[in-house]
C-alpha cells in the first residue's frame, strides 16, 4: 500500500502503453487519471494491441557517434552545420538510451556532444548545464569512471567562467577540484588535463583582476584546490613507483638466489645473448630516437597515456619514451637527460631487472617534475588570493605557507632557484599597488635565507628586513603590531650587518659612483 502511494499510477501506465505496444481507450485514461485510487483495469479498456519493434541501443549508438565524430572533426565545416550534427547526434543518443537506460557509455558520450555542442551554441551555460547532468548520471552508474569525472571538472569550470555570482562560482571550483580528485585516486593517467585546468584558472583569474576582484580571487582560490589535488595525487604515484620497485628488486633477488646454474640455465643465456627480447630491442631503438630530440621547455605539459595502434598516428601526435609516457604534441619531445642510459652487462645483454629500473627512473623524473611545476603553481595562486583577502592573519598564515612551498620546489629541483628568485621582484613591483606584498618578500628572502644559513646572501638578508619596514606602515593604528614588526626587521638588519659589515658603505660607494657618472 506504501508504495502504491509513492508510484504514480497515470505515469506507469503511459509508459507501458508506450514500451509494450498496447493502447488504451480515452475514457479509462480518464478515469485513471481523475480517480487513481478507485479505478481497476478491465480487458475491455484495451482498445488495441499491436506489435512493437524495438531496435537495438547499438544502432542508435554508432549513428550517434558517427555524427559527433563528423561535427567534432571537421573543423571547417561551418558552424550552423556542426550544430545541427550535434543535435542529431543528441537525438541518437537519447533514443538509445531509452532502449538501454542504464547505458553510462551512451551517457558520457551524449554528455561529450553536449560539450562540443556549448562552444557553437548561444546559451553555452544551459548547455553545460546539461552535459553535467549526463556526465553525473553516468558516474552514478559507473562511479570509477575516470575519463568521466575529468570531463565533469572541466565542465563544472566552464560554467564557473560563465557564473557571475562570486559564492556560486567557489562552489562550482570546489566541486571540479573533487571531480579531478576522483579521477586521479588511482592513477596519473589525466595529470596533464589537471595540469592544464591550474593554469586555465590562473589566466581567468589574471583577466578578472581589473574587472571583478572578487571574482579574480575565487578562480585563484580553485586553483588552490585543484594544485592541492594535483599535488597529492603525484606524490602518491612516486610512492607507488617506489613501493614497485622495491617489490621487482625483491622478487628478483629471490628468484636469483633460488635458481640452480645449470646447462639448460647455460645455453638460455647464450641464447639470450645472441637474440635480444622483442622489450630490449624497443628499448635501444627508443633511445637511439632520443638522442637526437630536442629538450622540453618549461611550458610543455606531460600526458600519460597508452601507445597509439596506428603508427601513422603516432609519429603524427605522440612521441613515445622508452617509461611508457607518452608525450601530446609533435613538440613535446622528452629531454635525454630524462631517460637514464641502460648499463649492459659484460656479456652485452640487458637484464630485465635492469631495464624495469630504468623504466621507473624515467618515470619518477617526469613526475618529479610536474610536482616541482605544481609547487610552483600553487604557491603562485596561494600568494595572490592572499593578498586579496581582508582578514590580515589569514594573509600572513598564507603567504608563510607559500614561502615554504617555494623551497620545496627548490629542494626538488635545485634549477627552479632561477623561478623562485623572478618571484621576489615580481612581489616587490606588486607592492607598489598593494603593500602586502612586502609580507611577502619578506617571507620568501626568510626561507631562502633559511636554506643557506651558513653562508647567507646579504642582499636578500636586506631585502627581508626593509620588506617587513615597510609592510610596518599598514599597521600603523595597531601600536603592538607596528612594533612588533619594527623589532623583527631590526633584528633581521641586524643580521645583515653582522655578516657584512660593509654593506651599507659599498651600497652607498656605488650610488655615488651612478650619480657621478
Known amino acids: 500500500m506504501a508504495l502504491a502511494l509513492k508510484v504514480d499510477s497515470n505515469a506507469l501506465i503511459l509508459r507501458i502503453e508506450s514500451l509494450v505496444g498496447v493502447k488504451i481507450e480515452e475514457e479509462a485514461k480518464s478515469q485513471l487519471r481523475d480517480y487513481p485510487d478507485a479505478f481497476e483495469f478491465v480487458q475491455s479498456d484495451i482498445a488495441e494491441v499491436y506489435a512493437k519493434a524495438k531496435h537495438m541501443n547499438l544502432v542508435d549508438y554508432a549513428e550517434g557517434?558517427?555524427?559527433?565524430?563528423?561535427?567534432?572533426?571537421?573543423?571547417?565545416?561551418?558552424?550552423?552545420?556542426?550544430?545541427r550534427l550535434l543535435n542529431l547526434s543528441c537525438a541518437r543518443f537519447a533514443r538509445a538510451l531509452s532502449t538501454l537506460p542504464d547505458s553510462y557509455v551512451t551517457l558520457y558520450q551524449w554528455g561529450l556532444s553536449l560539450l562540443e555542442e556549448s562552444k557553437l551554441h548561444s546559451d553555452s551555460r544551459k548547455v553545460l548545464e546539461a552535459a553535467s547532468e549526463k556526465f553525473s548520471a553516468a558516474l552514478e552508474i559507473k562511479p570509477n569512471f575516470q575519463g568521466c569525472w575529468v570531463k565533469l571538472a572541466e565542465v563544472l569550470i566552464e560554467i564557473a567562467k560563465l557564473t557571475r555570482k562570486p559564492k556560486r562560482t567557489k562552489e562550482l571550483l570546489k566541486q571540479a577540484a573533487e571531480a579531478f580528485e576522483k579521477a586521479l585516486s588511482s592513477d596519473d593517467f589525466f595529470l596533464d588535463v589537471a595540469i592544464k585546468k591550474v593554469q586555465e584558472s590562473?589566466?581567468?583569474?589574471?583577466?578578472?583582476?581589473?574587472?571583478?576582484?572578487v571574482r579574480s580571487r575565487e578562480f585563484y582560490y580553485g586553483s588552490i584546490q585543484l594544485c592541492e589535488v594535483i599535488y597529492n595525487s603525484i606524490v602518491q604515484g612516486r610512492q607507488r613507483l617506489q613501493e614497485s620497485l622495491s617489490r621487482s628488486s625483491s622478487t628478483s633477488a629471490s628468484d636469483t638466489a633460488s635458481t640452480p646454474s645449470s646447462p639448460s640455465t647455460q645455453k638460455l643465456a647464450q641464447s639470450t645473448q645472441s637474440a635480444p627480447s622483442p622489450q630490449i630491442q624497443i628499448h635501444r631503438a627508443a633511445e637511439s630516437r632520443h638522442k637526437s630530440a630536442p629538450a622540453m621547455t618549461d611550458d610543455e605539459t606531460i600526458y600519460y597515456g597508452e601507445d597509439a595502434k596506428d603508427s601513422d598516428s603516432r609519429r603524427k601526435h605522440h612521441v613515445r619514451s622508452s617509461s611508457g609516457i607518452v608525450f601530446d604534441g609533435p613538440k613535446q619531445r622528452p629531454s635525454t637527460a630524462a631517460v637514464p642510459k641502460l648499463r649492459t652487462s659484460s656479456k652485452g645483454y640487458q637484464t630485465s631487472q635492469q631495464i624495469e629500473n630504468s623504466l621507473f627512473a624515467s618515470r619518477d623524473a617526469l613526475l618529479k617534475r610536474a610536482q616541482v611545476q605544481i609547487l610552483l603553481l600553487w604557491a603562485d595562486s596561494m600568494i595572490q588570493y592572499a593578498a586579496a583577502k581582508k582578514s590580515d592573519s589569514l594573509c600572513e598564515s598564507m603567504f608563510a605557507t607559500a614561502a615554504d612551498k617555494y623551497i620545496e620546489a627548490v629542494e626538488l629541483d635545485p634549477d627552479s632557484l632561477a623561478e623562485v628568485l623572478k618571484r621576489v621582484e615580481l612581489f616587490e613591483e606588486q607592492a607598489k599597488e598593494n603593500r602586502r606584498f612586502h609580507f611577502a618578500t619578506a617571507q620568501l628572502c626568510r626561507v631562502l635565507y633559511a636554506r643557506d644559513a651558513a653562508s647567507p646572501n646579504t642582499s636578500f638578508v636586506m631585502k627581508w628586513g626593509l620588506s617587513l619596514l615597510s609592510y610596518a606602515k599598514l599597521h600603523q593604528e595597531d601600536p603592538v603590531k607596528h612594533a612588533t614588526l619594527h623589532k623583527d626587521a631590526g633584528h633581521v638588519i641586524e643580521q645583515a650587518l653582522q655578516a657584512e659589515s660593509g654593506y651599507f658603505d659599498e651600497k652607498l660607494q656605488l650610488a655615488f659612483r651612478s650619480g657621478n657618472g
Open 65 to 83: 557517434m558517427a555524427l559527433y565524430l563528423a561535427a567534432a572533426g571537421r573543423k571547417s565545416m561551418g558552424p550552423r552545420e556542426r550544430l
Open 202 to 213: 590562473r589566466e581567468e583569474a589574471i583577466n578578472q583582476r581589473y574587472s571583478s576582484r
